[in-house]
């Protein structure tokens, strides 16, 4: 039987979430990241979007359609500017709704399907179950990039250890 992600693994991604949403709603949105090019609201639409993308690999996982992350490296590319730009609480709701998209999609997959295989962006396939170890490495590295004072050693020490 295919293994679930362990259970450490959604308590980490429940706690990166409110993390994240935590920080993002008290960061100046506008200010710079610690990524070259983009403002803190670049990081928020990014995580955003990538919960649906993680949400649209469980769903392939789940029913066997393919149904990749995004509809291309260039759509994605697109949306994340895009949503950039929207007024703050919208991008704020955008982050709350993407990460409601993936609690569903966490919700609905059977046992079964968690060894199902998938394709991340970049083309690796992977198993369902590696699909919740990327959305958690996205939610807490990327809180540490909103440059908002959170840095590596307010990650759960065991999750630091296992992304080391």
Known sequence: MPERPPPEWIDWLAGGTAAFAEAAGGADLTAPSLLPGWRRAHVVAHVARNARGIANLLSWARTGVVT????????????????????????????????????????????????????????????????????????????????????FSDLPPELARTIL
């Open 68 to 151: 990749p992350m995004y509809a291309s490296p260039e759509q994605r590319d697109a949306d994340i500017e895009s949503d950039a730009l929207l007024e703050r609480a919208a991008l704020l709701a955008g982050l709350a709704e993407g990460a409601a998209v993936l609690d569903e999609a966490l919700a609905a997959m059977p046992p079964a399907s968690w060894g199902a295989a998938v394709q991340m962006a970049n083309g690796r396939e992977v198993t369902a179950r590696y699909t919740i170890w990327m959305r958690l490495r996205e939610l807490w590295v990327h809180l540490v990039d909103l440059a908002g004072g959170r840095d």
